[in-house]
Every structure is written in structure tokens, then in C-alpha cells.
């Protein structure tokens, strides 16, 4: 991928904060990609507003008034067709995707999942990285496969686990990473840096200066 700005559709169905993190970082001229839509599957979702009242179009499809899965997406697929959309990032999006979905734009199609997969797949991460004890948590990026938060992975952030935390506390230092690490997973999957290569993420990407962040196998380049 290269070339023209890559528009890219934001899935959501909540509040967005992911999102905005995607909106904020595409304002820079400079950024590959730009926010053509935000989707969602509940009407009432606060992000929607959130998004429209920043310029950028949004609709909702409603999944409880379709008769299946299929059709949901159907009328999805239809609007990102509307809109002409290269890329998708999915961000608290609550619907799984069926397989064919998922086929469809497969490498072309993100997800942020609050956890360092393969670890912590699925809901609650926060509550049960707390209760196995572990010292380090944190949350990935990677390109959405068939099967539910695996998929070849574009970032990770690491953040410590304090004896003192709760799951709101350990949730809110993983999200700061989140917002850090999504847009710059989109812009290296947007600018054509990063290639997936089997089950894995190659590519050169800009070194950058987290501290707490990996990109698996990343070429470290001096020039960019
Ligand atoms: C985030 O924690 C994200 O990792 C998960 O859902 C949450 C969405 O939060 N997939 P927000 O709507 O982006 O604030």
C-alpha cells in the first residue's frame, strides 16, 4: 500500500476514545491515512456524536434489527463500499465479525485489543491479569484473522502492574498506551512500511521512542 492517503473507516460501539486518538493523529497533514467514516453498530454510541462533530461522517447500523450476521454486514460492507474505504480499525467494536467479514478485508483491517496477546484474549483482561498475579500487562495491535484477537500483531505497549492497582487503575495506564500505539500502527500499515509475512508483522518501521513498545521483528531503519 502506497501512495494517496488511505481512507480508512473507524468501527466503534461505545465511546470512542481509541477513536479520537485516530481522528486527532490523522489531522497532521503528514499522516497516511485519513477518517473517511465511523461506523457503529449502536446508534446511541457516544463516539458517533463525538466524531460527527468533528466533520467526519458516521453511520450506524443497528445489528439488532438484522435478521443475522450476514445481513448486519451486509449493510456494513455496503457502507464502507459508499464511502470507498481502504482500511478498517476496529475500536471497541462489540460484534463478532464472521469469518467471510473478516477474509474479506483481511490485511486491511485492525483491531486494539487491551491485553498483550496472545495473553488475555476475550473480555475482562484487566480483572484477570490482576488475579494471575502478573507484573507486566499491556495492550496490542494486530490485523483481525478469522479466529477473535489473534491475527498477526502490528504493536505492543508493556505497562508495570502495581500491587496497589484495580482494575480501573491498570485499565487507565494500559489505554494511555493504546491511544499511543493505534495511530502509529495505522500510519505504518497506511504508509506501506510494515508487511505481513506468515504469521507475523515485517517491515521497517520508524524507530521510535516509547520506551515500552515492540514491533516484532521491525527492521530498526536509520533513515526513517
Ligand atoms: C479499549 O480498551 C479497546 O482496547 C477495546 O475496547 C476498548 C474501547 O475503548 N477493544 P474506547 O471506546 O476506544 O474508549
Redesign the pocket.
Known amino acids: 500500500m502506497s501512495g494517496a492517503r488511505k481512507r480508512t473507516a473507524i468501527l466503534?460501539?461505545?465511546?470512542?476514545?481509541?477513536?479520537?486518538?485516530l481522528i486527532a493523529a490523522a489531522k497532521r497533514p503528514d499522516f497516511p491515512a485519513d477518517i473517511a467514516l465511523v461506523l457503529s453498530n449502536r446508534p446511541d454510541a457516544p463516539?458517533l456524536e463525538n466524531a460527527a462533530s468533528q466533520g467526519i461522517a458516521t453511520a450506524a447500523a443497528d445489528h439488532k434489527i438484522y435478521a443475522g450476521r450476514e445481513a448486519f454486514e451486509e449493510t456494513m460492507q455496503n457502507l464502507l463500499d459508499l464511502h470507498r474505504i481502504d482500511l478498517i480499525c476496529?475500536?471497541?467494536?462489540?460484534r463478532l465479525l464472521t469469518p467471510s467479514f473478516a477474509r474479506r478485508w483481511e490485511g486491511r483491517m485492525l483491531?486494539?485489543?487491551?491485553a498483550l496477546l496472545p495473553s488475555y484474549k476475550g473480555l475482562h483482561?484487566h480483572e484477570r491479569a490482576l488475579a494471575d498475579g502478573v507484573k507486566i500487562h499491556g495492550?496490542t495491535v494486530h490485523f483481525v484473522v478469522p479466529e477473535m484477537d489473534a491475527g498477526p500483531i502490528i504493536a505492543q505497549a508493556a505497562v508495570p502492574v502495581l500491587g496497589s492497582d484495580t482494575p480501573q487503575t491498570l485499565?487507565a495506564r494500559?489505554?494511555a498506551q493504546?491511544h499511543v500505539i493505534y495511530p502509529m500502527a495505522l500510519e505504518h500499515v497506511a504508509s506501506g512500511r510494515v508487511r505481513i509475512d506468515g504469521a507475523r508483522v515485517v517491515g521497517a518501521c520508524q524507530r521510535y521512542s516509547h520506551p515500552a513498545m515492540v514491533v516484532p521483528e521491525a527492521d530498526f531503519d536509520e533513515d526513517g
Do not use: K, Q
Open positions: 466503534i460501539s461505545g465511546r470512542g476514545s481509541n477513536m479520537n486518538s463516539g476496529l475500536a471497541g467494536f462489540m483491531n486494539i485489543h487491551p483482561t495492550c485499565g494500559v489505554l493504546e
